[in-house]
């Protein structure tokens, strides 16, 4: 009706677009969302990545995570993460070491150690190995809730599977 769309309205329309299988439209609008200045909310994000991985763009859903990320709104969707990788998994997707050590970083970040070391587990699963830089963010959150034989033993697993810096 020639009125300015808010973030709100833009996001409901963008999450129309994506159920109705429209996502270069939601697309279009998101970026245009941003141009105008109104900032997305973790559900518009949602609904977007969503339907990036719905239509098997996956590079697209992990490119507006880190967008995301940059905004400081990707803490509110790690469980959406988890999601996003059993997907990717079904779908015959593997997740990159990248996608791993972004959620890795981010659990560790907020305390959330049994949520990285879930992560650290699916990565050993699917046949990758994490570096020392991984290792070394679980052996530091260990250690900075005082829970030192757990951090030791992490560090023998590292020493143990040939973790480096160049892997």
């Known amino acids: 009706m020639g009125a300015p769309l808010d973030s ?14 429209k996502i270069g439209e939601a697309k279009e609008l998101f970026n245009e969302m941003e141009t105008k ?13 969503h339907g990036f991985c719905q239509t098997n763009n996956l590079d697209e859903a992990v490119g507006l995570f880190e967008h995301m990320k940059t905004k400081c709104l990707y803490l509110q969707l790690f469980d959406g993460w988890m999601e996003l990788l059993d997907l990717m998994v079904s779908k015959r997707h593997k997740p990159n ?3 791993y050590s972004t959620l890795l970083h981010g659990f560790c970040e907020e305390g959330m150690l049994q949520e990285a070391l879930e992560i650290l587990d699916r990565m050993k699963l699917q ?12 052996i530091s959150s260990f250690c900075n809730i005082c829970k030192f034989q757990e951090a030791a033993n992490f560090l023998d697993e590292m020493v143990l599977r040939g973790a480096n810096l160049t892997d």
């Open 8 to 21: 709100d309205t833009y996001g409901t329309l963008i999450n129309g677009l994506c159920k109705l299988g």
């Open 37 to 49: 200045g109104c900032l997305p909310s973790v559900v518009t994000y949602t609904s977007l990545i």
């Open 127 to 138: 046949g990758m190995k994490p570096d020392a830089g991984l290792y070394g963010k679980v």
């Open 97 to 99: 070491s990248i996608t």
